[in-house]
């Protein structure tokens, strides 16, 4: 399974070129946001939605309910009582809050032997062997 980062994910809203050329060799089956993910991307535009001015709410709530039908393309991948127990090796050895989601979505690549797609390599290459980090955008299928 192909567990998208959150960069992915925003994206594939953007019709990204290169993102589109790996979707047409990949299933999309074979693609899920993790959970991590998902309460990521949601995360910005919930807090927009609930802190907007009058102004800005119909267009705030308009775009939290784009997003909600963006991740019902996906399969959701929930983090699960594997992931936790891999998280918390993960934890010992990296300890950045900073990094937290990126931690929970190694784990569940770990624990279930999944591939990361992100465009952030950095974020995850001290964590994951390279045969379970892609980047999508910068670099076409080969």
């Not at 959150?6 to 019709?15: G, V």
């Not at 009582?81 to 998280?87: C, G, L, N, Q, R």
């Not at 918390?88 to 929970?104: A, I, N, P, T």
């Not at 974020?123 to 670099?139: A, G």
């Given at each position: 399974?192909?567990?998208w980062?959150?960069?992915?994910l925003a994206h594939?809203?953007s019709?990204?070129p ?5 979707l047409?060799?990949?299933?999309s ?6 959970s991590?993910t998902?309460a990521?991307?949601l995360r910005g ?8 001015t009058?102004?800005q709410a119909?267009?705030?709530h308009?775009?939290l ?5 963006l991740i019902?393309q ?5 983090f699960?009582?594997?992931d ?11 300890k950045s809050?900073?990094?937290y989601?990126d931690l ?5 690549a770990?624990?279930?032997?999944h591939v990361v797609?992100?465009r952030?390599?950095k974020?995850f ?5 390279p045969?379970?980090?892609e980047n999508?955008i ?5």
């Amino acid at each position: 399974m192909y567990l998208w980062d959150t960069n992915i994910l925003a994206h594939f809203t953007s019709q990204h070129p290169v993102l589109a050329l790996h979707l047409q060799r990949v299933k999309s089956e074979e693609i899920a946001l993790p959970s991590p993910t998902v309460a990521e991307f949601l995360r910005g535009r919930t807090d927009f939605a609930v802190k907007a001015t009058p102004e800005q709410a119909v267009q705030a709530h308009r775009l939290l309910k784009q997003s909600q039908e963006l991740i019902a393309q996906f399969e959701v991948l929930l983090f699960n009582d594997e992931d936790a127990e891999m998280f918390k090796k993960v934890l010992k050895k990296h300890k950045s809050k900073k990094r937290y989601v990126d931690l929970m979505i190694a784990a569940m690549a770990l624990a279930g032997n999944h591939v990361v797609v992100t465009r952030n390599v950095k974020h995850f290459s001290d964590v994951l062997p390279p045969q379970q980090i892609e980047n999508w955008i910068d670099y076409p299928p080969q």
